[in-house]
């Protein structure tokens, strides 16, 4: 059974950062790639950033290039988003997706306040 578990997730002042964490269970997790999508109150989810199955193959959204880093720990079946110089506006639920088959972890808040 497919599981993915997010964690890291909190408040911090606008130019703070956080680390998020998924943990992934029921798969060759190392084959997949992985993606880290945001969902705002009111909005569609989006993108944020994916990473795949080999080395340095990473994307990023425009809005989010230079200022967030995904990696991935084979050995701890994790993937992680490093987020720097947050904003409010990076305030959302951020889930940790394996999109070949849609499975979406349970998400993990993270607000951006003063």
């Known amino acids: 059974q497919v599981q993915l578990v997010e964690s890291g997730g909190g408040l911090v002042q606008p130019g703070g950062s956080l680390r998020l964490s998924c943990v992934a269970s029921?798969?060759?997790?190392?084959?997949?790639?992985m993606s880290w999508y945001r969902q705002a109150p009111g909005k569609e989810p989006e993108l944020v950033a994916h990473?795949?199955?080999?080395?340095?193959?990473?994307n990023y959204a425009e809005s989010v290039r230079g200022r967030f880093t995904i990696s991935r720990d084979n050995g701890k079946n994790t993937v992680y988003l490093q987020m720097n110089s947050l904003k409010p506006e990076n305030t959302a639920t951020y889930y940790c997706?394996?999109?070949?088959?849609?499975?979406w972890g349970q998400g993990t808040q993270v607000t951006v306040s003063s």
């Open positions: 990473i795949g199955s080999t080395p340095g193959n990473t």
């Open positions: 029921g798969f060759t997790f190392s084959s997949y790639t």
């Open positions: 997706v394996r999109l070949s088959d849609d499975y």
